[in-house]
């Protein structure tokens, strides 16, 4: 059970264009669920936190125009890149969980903008 | 973007041993601590977890020893495989297993056949 699926697993992108990617909860219903960006050799680092029905609630330093956060479902949520530029390439993973269980996490999006 | 001359600390064993991955977490708040594994291109693998009214916990291969003392997790393997090969990052929440986790700067187990 708990398993998270996004998005596409690699994207490629020009610079200046927006890129959406999808986090769903397969078998389990999230009204909450938290967006990771992770640089090569680097931790994990919390975006946002995405709350179903209701804003993101983002991180310090983290600008909410250029990544935009929908979770319009119990089992869907999307983040947009917006304007994208090389330094937003990174490996963007999604994550959630059912109550008082530990988070599980997607498979993450490869981002690459040229 | 990513910081010049960054590089995960690793540790070395050889197949069979015992390896034992250290952390140290930052908010004495915590109550809750997961350690996950991550292989390349993927997303983090649970492995085991603790609660803060805990000191150690056991599973299959693996335990995790937690000092509240000194905020410090630790993760030991049993007889080390070289599939056990990836990085390893311990991550902190409080408030409730599904709060937003905080993670550790992460450790390369190397798995020498």
């Known amino acids: 059970g708990a398993v998270v699926s996004q998005h596409p697993s690699r994207v490629i992108c020009k610079s200046g264009t927006s890129v959406k990617i999808e986090c769903r909860s397969l078998?389990?219903?999230?009204?909450?669920m938290f967006w990771y960006r992770q640089f090569p050799k680097q931790s994990l680092m919390l975006m946002a936190t995405s709350n179903e029905g209701s804003k993101a609630t983002y991180e310090q330093g983290v600008e909410k125009d250029k990544f935009l956060i929908n979770h319009a479902s119990l089992t869907l949520s999307t983040l947009t890149v917006t304007s994208a530029h090389p330094e937003d390439s990174s490996f963007y993973i999604c994550?959630?969980?059912?109550?008082?269980?530990?988070?599980?996490f997607g498979n993450g999006t490869r981002l690459t903008v040229t | 973007g990513e910081s010049v001359g960054l590089h995960l600390p690793t540790l070395s064993v050889q197949e069979g041993d015992n390896s034992i991955i250290n952390c140290a977490y930052s908010n004495s708040a915590s109550d809750y601590f997961i350690w996950y594994k991550q292989e390349s291109g993927k997303g983090p693998q649970f492995i085991i977890d603790?609660?803060?009214?805990?000191d150690k916990r056991q599973g299959q291969r693996v335990t995790v020893l937690l000092n509240k003392t000194v905020k410090h997790l630790s993760l030991q393997i049993a007889a080390t495989q070289p599939g056990d090969s990836a990085v390893y990052f311990c991550?902190?929440?409080?408030?409730?297993?599904?709060?937003?986790?905080?993670f550790g700067t992460g450790t390369l187990l190397a798995v020498q056949p």
């Open positions: 991550a902190e929440t409080y408030g409730g297993a599904t709060n937003k986790l905080i």
């Open positions: 994550s959630a969980g059912v109550s008082n269980s530990p988070l599980h």
């Open positions: 603790i609660r803060s009214n805990m």
């Open positions: 078998d389990f219903q999230a009204t909450t």
